[in-house]
């Protein structure tokens, strides 16, 4: 971060001490072993970048539930569910959401559901098609949004703008094909349908924080 810390393309993330710290998502961070994150995260680790011009807060990835209890041993801030395919992981299962939000509540972290407008990755792993979720004219979308703002989340997560591969993309979309391929669009609907959708839901999200607030 040294040089780059201070760029505007940070996000940034106000923490209960009042400070603002750039905010990472970790993927696959159960991979490595909870004692290693530890004496990155924890205050009292060897190599503990709390207070430090490295600190920041730093969001695992939960995949199995017993995810949660690593995550917090591990010092991380938070965690988040990621894949945008609904029972694909016990994390990113949307009836899990409610017993995670608690965990996190009860501990401090953060609980960011990710939500995704559809799921297809069979270009890529044709074995796959069991986790295929159909975007349903933006109604699995709408959904997983509204299973999100259930939980009263600080954050929400979108998986993901543009990652074609695995048929998440939001962004503006045409008809379009290749000798090998013919990409998602979003016909008879708008090309930009997906970035209206998120648009009226980051503004019903807003509404819903400051009620929950009141």
């Given at each position: 971060?040294?040089?780059?810390?201070?760029?505007?393309?940070?996000?940034?993330?106000?923490?209960?001490?009042?400070?603002?710290?750039?905010?990472?998502?970790?993927?696959?961070?159960?991979?490595?072993?909870?004692?290693?994150?530890?004496?990155?995260?924890?205050?009292?680790?060897?190599?503990?970048?709390?207070?430090?011009?490295?600190?920041?807060?730093?969001?695992?990835?939960?995949?199995?539930?017993?995810?949660?209890?690593?995550?917090?041993?591990?010092?991380?801030?938070?965690?988040?569910?990621?894949?945008?395919?609904?029972?694909?992981?016990?994390?990113?299962?949307?009836?899990?959401?409610?017993?995670?939000?608690?965990?996190?509540?009860?501990?401090?972290?953060?609980?960011?559901?990710?939500?995704?407008?559809?799921?297809?990755?069979?270009?890529?792993?044709?074995?796959?098609?069991?986790?295929?979720?159909?975007?349903?004219?933006?109604?699995?979308?709408?959904?997983?949004?509204?299973?999100?703002?259930?939980?009263?989340?600080?954050?929400?997560?979108?998986t993901s703008f543009n990652?074609?591969?695995?048929?998440?993309?939001?962004?503006?979309?045409?008809?379009?094909?290749?000798?090998?391929?013919?990409y998602l669009d979003y016909?008879?609907?708008?090309?930009?349908?997906?970035?209206?959708?998120?648009?009226?839901?980051?503004?019903?999200?807003?509404?819903?924080?400051?009620?929950?607030?009141?």
């Amino acid at each position: 971060m040294v040089g780059y810390g201070d760029h505007g393309a940070f996000y940034r993330f106000s923490i209960s001490n009042g400070k603002v710290l750039p905010l990472f998502y970790i993927y696959d961070s159960y991979l490595t072993p909870t004692e290693a994150w530890a004496e990155l995260l924890t205050s009292t680790g060897s190599q503990s970048l709390r207070g430090t011009q490295y600190d920041g807060i730093f969001i695992a990835l939960i995949v199995d539930e017993k995810h949660k209890h690593d995550i917090l041993a591990g010092g991380f801030d938070g965690m988040y569910t990621y894949f945008a395919s609904n029972g694909f992981s016990y994390g990113s299962s949307h009836q899990n959401w409610k017993g995670l939000k608690a965990f996190c509540d009860a501990n401090n972290l953060l609980f960011v559901p990710s939500v995704g407008p559809g799921y297809v990755d069979t270009s890529i792993r044709p074995w796959n098609n069991h986790n295929t979720r159909n975007r349903v004219n933006g109604r699995y979308y709408e959904t997983g949004l509204q299973a999100a703002l259930n939980v009263r989340p600080e954050i929400v997560s979108i998986t993901s703008f543009n990652e074609w591969h695995e048929g998440t993309q939001i962004e503006r979309a045409v008809p379009k094909k290749t000798i090998r391929r013919v990409y998602l669009d979003y016909q008879p609907h708008e090309p930009d349908l997906y970035l209206e959708l998120t648009r009226t839901w980051v503004e019903q999200f807003h509404k819903e924080k400051e009620r929950w607030l009141v």
